[in-house]
T-cell receptor, first 115, second 118 residues
Framework: GAVVSQHPSRVICKSGTSVKIECRSLDFQATTMFWYRQFPKKSLMLMATSNEGSKATYEQGVEKDKFLINHASLTLSTLTVTSAHPEDSSFYIC???????????FGPGTRLTVL | AQSVTQLGSHVSVSEGALVLLRCNYSSSVPPYLFWYVQYPNQGLQLLLKYTTGATLVKGINGFEAEFKKSETSFHLTKPSAHMSDAAEYFCAVSWPENYGGSQGNLIFGKGTKLSVKP
C-alpha cells in the first residue's frame, strides 16, 4: 500500500497568523504532490501542484503569496497559509503520486479554522 | 472544458436496496475515471478506477462501475446497500500527464451524499 499523512489534522488559529500544514508520503517517494481545498458540502478544488525541487504550479485564482508551498524532499510538501483570515477556513487535503502508474494517494486532510 | 457531473447531490436508499450513483464527464478524449468515498472529516479512499481494458470495473466494498464511452458515463453501483456505505461519494477524472496540459491531477464532481435507511 501507500500511506500519506497530514499534520496537523485540525488547527484553530487567530486571524492574521500563519499556519503550516505538512503532507508526507510515509512509504514511498513522491516527486509530485497536489494540494486540494474542500469547502463545506462542496467538492475538492485543486489549489496547486507541488513538484520536488521546483516551484509549485498554482491554479487560476489561487494566490501564491498567500498559500506558500514548499516541496523540499521526495516525501514532504508543506502548505503555509499566510496571514490567515476566516475565509481561509476550510478542509485542506493533499495527495501524492506514486510510481510509474502515477497512482494518486490522499492524506486524511487538515481542518483549518480561522477565528 | 473538461467537467464531471454527478446527478443528485443526495441519494437515499434502504438497507439491502440497490445503490446507483450517477457520473457523467465532458471531454473530447476519454479520461481515466475514478470513484472515491469520503467519510466525515476524513480524506478520500479510492473505491475503483478505470484506465484501460475491461469497461466493468469492480472495486472495494462490493462496488462496481461501468465505463460507457457512448454515454460518457461511469455510474457506480452496489447490489445491496449496507448502513456502513453511508458517506459522500466523489466521481473524478484525470488525463495522462502532459496531455492537453494535464498535470495528472484529478477533477472532481460535486459529490453525492449517500444515506442508508434501516
Amino acid at each position: 500500500g501507500a500511506v500519506v499523512s497530514q499534520h496537523p489534522s485540525r488547527v484553530i488559529c487567530k486571524s492574521g497568523t500563519s499556519v503550516k500544514i505538512e503532507c508526507r508520503s510515509l512509504d514511498f517517494q513522491a516527486t509530485t504532490m497536489f494540494w486540494y481545498r474542500q469547502f463545506p458540502k462542496k467538492s475538492l478544488m485543486l489549489m496547486a501542484t507541488s513538484n520536488e525541487g521546483s516551484k509549485a504550479t498554482y491554479e487560476q485564482g489561487v494566490e501564491k503569496d498567500k498559500f506558500l508551498i514548499n516541496h523540499a524532499s521526495l516525501t514532504l510538501s508543506t502548505l503555509t497559509v499566510t496571514s490567515a483570515h476566516p475565509e481561509d477556513s476550510s478542509f485542506y487535503i493533499c495527495s501524492a503520486i506514486k510510481g510509474r502508474a502515477r497512482e494518486q494517494f490522499f492524506g486524511p486532510g487538515t481542518r483549518l479554522t480561522v477565528l | 472544458a473538461q467537467s464531471v457531473t454527478q446527478l443528485g447531490s443526495h441519494v437515499s436508499v434502504s438497507e439491502g436496496a440497490l445503490v446507483l450513483l450517477r457520473c457523467n464527464y465532458s471531454s473530447s478524449v476519454p479520461p481515466y475515471l475514478f470513484w472515491y468515498v469520503q467519510y466525515p472529516n476524513q480524506g478520500l479512499q479510492l473505491l475503483l478506477k478505470y484506465t484501460t481494458g475491461a469497461t466493468l470495473v469492480k472495486g472495494i466494498n462490493g462496488f462496481e462501475a461501468e465505463f460507457k464511452k457512448s454515454e460518457t458515463s461511469f455510474h457506480l453501483t452496489k447490489p445491496s446497500a449496507h448502513m456502513s456505505d453511508a458517506a459522500e461519494y466523489f466521481c473524478a477524472v484525470s488525463w495522462p500527464e502532459n496531455y492537453g496540459g494535464s498535470q495528472g491531477n484529478l477533477i472532481f464532481g460535486k459529490g453525492t451524499k449517500l444515506s442508508v435507511k434501516p
